[in-house]
């Protein structure tokens, strides 16, 4: 059974950091595109930064220079360090697995990021 998991959520302030975690059991992280997305409420979910199995790697225009994802196939975790965070960053962020072959698509049940003013 394939689990997602995200952790590093919290409380920070405006200007602060935080970095956010995914790992998955049951799938092999280098035949997954991985992908940080963020649901801010009323409004749509959208992908934030996402790392090929390639290490190609794509951000939002509104977290470029800001954000930074990398994968440790070691610890087979997906990180996503998060500087100079803004309010508008507030939202639950969630993982996703996306198998490079078959389409199958893993979520988390993502964690919490506030920022504080």
């Given at each position: 059974?394939?689990?997602?998991?995200?952790?590093?959520?919290?409380?920070?302030?405006?200007?602060?950091?935080?970095?956010?975690?995914?790992?998955?059991s049951?799938?092999?992280?280098?035949?997954?595109?991985?992908?940080?997305?963020?649901?801010?409420?009323?409004?749509?979910?959208?992908?934030?930064?996402?790392?090929?199995?390639?290490?190609?790697?794509?951000?939002?225009?509104?977290?470029?220079g800001?954000?930074?994802?990398?994968?440790?196939?070691?610890?087979?975790?997906?990180?996503?360090?998060?500087?100079?965070?803004?309010?508008?960053?507030?939202?639950?962020?969630?993982?996703?697995?996306?198998?490079q072959?078959?389409g199958?698509?893993?979520?988390?049940?993502?964690?919490?990021?506030t920022?504080?003013?």
């Open positions: 059974q394939v689990q997602v998991v995200e952790s590093g959520g919290g409380l920070v302030k405006v200007g602060g950091s935080l970095r956010l975690s995914c790992t998955a049951g799938i092999a992280l280098s035949s997954n595109n991985v992908a940080w997305y963020r649901q801010a409420p009323g409004k749509q979910r959208e992908m934030v930064a996402r790392i090929t199995t390639m290490g190609r790697m794509d951000y939002a225009d509104t977290v470029k800001r954000f930074t994802i990398s994968r440790d196939a070691a610890k087979r975790t997906v990180d996503l360090q998060m500087n100079s965070l803004k309010p508008e960053d507030t939202a639950v962020y969630y993982c996703n697995f996306a198998a072959f078959t199958e698509s893993y979520w988390g049940r993502g964690t919490q990021v920022v504080s003013s």
